[in-house]
């Protein structure tokens, strides 16, 4: 089935930029929509970004102007892009996949172990 490692995590100064990276072991990755999500301690989950089999994608209201979400379907890597990192981007940040949903209110079915950000004033 589909296997999925995030990477990229790490501790940054608030304004400073990184990029996660999931790499997915699965036939026919193109097909899939692939999702960032992120979780913080004693809030609820939440999509980040989405990005569909033709390179379209979503990227929720809190993040939108300061993350990117892209695809290489050669390399089976999808990214996100964090610029301008904030206190309240610390989360820990995991990717999903799933063959049929694509929308940030999915639960999908496949998901990776997570990478944490922690953003420092």
């Known amino acids: 089935q589909v296997q999925l490692v995030e990477s990229g995590g790490g501790s940054v100064q608030a304004g400073e930029s990184l990029r996660l990276s999931c790499t997915a072991s699965?036939?026919?990755?193109?097909?899939?929509?692939m999702y960032w999500f992120r979780q913080a301690p004693g809030l609820e989950r939440e999509g980040v970004a989405i990005?569909?089999?033709?390179?379209?994608?979503s990227i929720a209201n809190s993040v939108k102007g300061r993350f990117t979400i892209s695809r290489d379907n050669a390399k089976k890597i999808v990214y996100l892009q964090m610029n301008s990192l904030q206190p309240e981007d610390t989360a820990m940040y995991y990717c999903?996949?799933?063959?049929?949903?694509?929308?940030?209110?999915?639960?999908?079915?496949?998901w990776g172990q997570g990478t944490q950000v922690t953003v420092s004033p």
């Open positions: 990005i569909d089999m033709m390179d379209g994608t």
């Open positions: 999903a996949a799933d063959l049929y949903t694509c929308n940030l209110a999915a639960d999908p079915k496949y």
């Open positions: 699965a036939y026919d990755f193109k097909r899939y929509c």
